[in-house]
């Protein structure tokens, strides 16, 4: 399988977010309820939110096939990039995706000039 990364452009809003509605509810469900995966994704993967990063040129996507089957969320924090979200869709999970992925985090914040911080859930 090959996995390509690239930036996300406008049209890959509906499958950046196929992304988080296809991970949050494994990811968050069992420790943090059904309440907070919802609210998550009413928050965190809406299209106007998706767009918004898009537009702002923070999100990265892992194409296979030409299919997104994951995605990175990267942007300044004071000196610094955070990378707030890396999601793969769980049946591509444990082939290389998410390592690509934060391969990609890491370039961009060497062309930044900064460290790359993450942003986790402890419970994760």
């Known amino acids: 399988m ?5 930036l996300a452009l406008p049209e890959d809003v509906h499958a950046v977010r ?3 509605h296809a991970t949050w509810p494994a990811t968050y469900g069992p420790e943090m309820g059904a309440e907070y995966v919802l609210a998550g994704l009413d928050n965190y993967w ?13 999100i990265d996507v892992a194409e296979s096939a030409d299919v997104i ?7 300044e924090l ?3 990039l955070v990378m707030w979200k890396l999601y793969v869709v769980p049946d591509q999970q444990h082939q290389g ?16 000039g900064s460290d790359l911080l993450t942003e986790y859930e402890p419970g994760n």
């Open 2 to 6: 090959t996995i390509r990364v690239r």
């Open 18 to 20: 196929f992304v988080g």
């Open 46 to 58: 809406n299209s106007d939110a998706i767009t918004d990063a898009i537009q702002r040129g923070c």
């Open 69 to 75: 089957v994951g995605m990175t969320h990267v942007e």
């Open 78 to 80: 004071g000196p610094d």
């Open 97 to 112: 995706t998410g390592h690509a992925l934060v391969g990609s985090a890491k370039v961009r914040a060497v062309a930044h």
